[in-house]
């Protein structure tokens, strides 16, 4: 009985269009029975992602204030290393750290030359750029001016073979001189004991020995460590923080320990 109803429905639905319009009206009416049946559904999953958000919300706030009273700790440590610092200071007679000053430039031109890690910049004598004066960019140390015309300067880039600076370990203050290898961003630590206490991840910092470069500038990471039996020292590598191959924009720092004498283009290490 049923599929013949059905049958004789779709049937009239087919050739009358009446039919059609009267279904659509009767759609409309039992509407208010589907929310009704749906209403139940509904509410359970209100409820249960009400509960999921307030248990993440919980949660979130119980670790919010773990790190809250991890970083209150923190701040009052650091708190007392400040003051000891000060006092340390004033024991020592030092003198506060100033800023140093600086010239913004900006790349215009490099070197073609595969072996030879140069760029030039726009800032030159009538700026007040000077041979050795020391260049970062927004992340390190790019390297130092080997030549100063009145407009421009060539600057000479730590990756360059030509070129060393003296670098401590931020870790424990162990100096070193990290040497360009030719390769872009790649430096190579000399003369490292097997003994040293370096370690793969260890920050480089301008160790401010001889006057040419600041103290306190981010040079490179190490980034390997290896050492062959028998060998006195090991080999080490470190990646350059400056971005030597992409960096455009560069601040030249007017730092000058002493008054050293303009120097020559040559083998350039801090105080050489």
């Given at each position: 009985m049923a599929l013949l109803l059905g049958a004789v429905l779709m049937?009239?639905?087919?050739?009358?269009?009446?039919?059609?319009?009267?279904?659509?009206?009767?759609?409309?009416?039992v509407t208010p029975l589907q929310w009704a049946a749906d209403a139940p559904g509904r509410t359970w999953g209100w409820a249960v992602d009400s509960l999921a958000n307030r248990n993440l919300l919980l949660e979130e706030n119980r670790e919010l204030k773990s790190q809250a009273l991890v970083l209150a700790e923190r701040s009052q440590t650091m708190s007392a290393v400040v003051a000891e610092n000060v006092r340390l200071r004033e024991l020592l007679n030092a003198t506060e750290r100033t800023e140093v000053p600086y010239l913004t430039g900006e790349l215009i031109g490099v070197n073609y030359d595969p072996f030879s890690h140069q760029v030039i910049i726009n800032q030159g004598r009538q700026d007040g750029a000077f041979i050795g004066m020391p260049v970062v960019d927004a992340s390190g140390v790019m390297g130092q001016l080997i030549s100063v015309s009145p407009y421009t300067s060539r600057l000479l880039l730590i990756s360059d073979t030509n070129h060393a600076i003296p670098v401590q370990v931020n870790r424990n203050g162990l100096r070193f001189v990290a040497q360009g290898t030719g390769q872009v961003n790649l430096l190579r630590l000399d003369h490292v004991?097997?003994?040293?206490?370096?370690?793969?991840?260890?920050?480089l910092m301008t160790s401010g020995l001889g006057g040419r470069f600041p103290f306190g500038y981010p040079v490179a990471r190490v980034s390997s460590i290896s050492h062959q039996r028998g060998e006195p020292f090991m080999d080490v590598e470190a990646h350059s923080l400056a971005q030597l191959d992409r960096s455009r924009y560069v601040l030249l720092l007017d730092y000058q320990q002493s008054s050293p004498e303009q120097q020559a283009p040559g083998k350039l290490e801090e105080g050489n």
């Open positions: 049937t009239a639905e087919y050739r009358f269009s009446e039919v059609a319009y009267a279904r659509s009206w009767m759609a409309l009416l004991p097997e003994t040293a206490d370096l370690r793969e991840g260890d920050l």
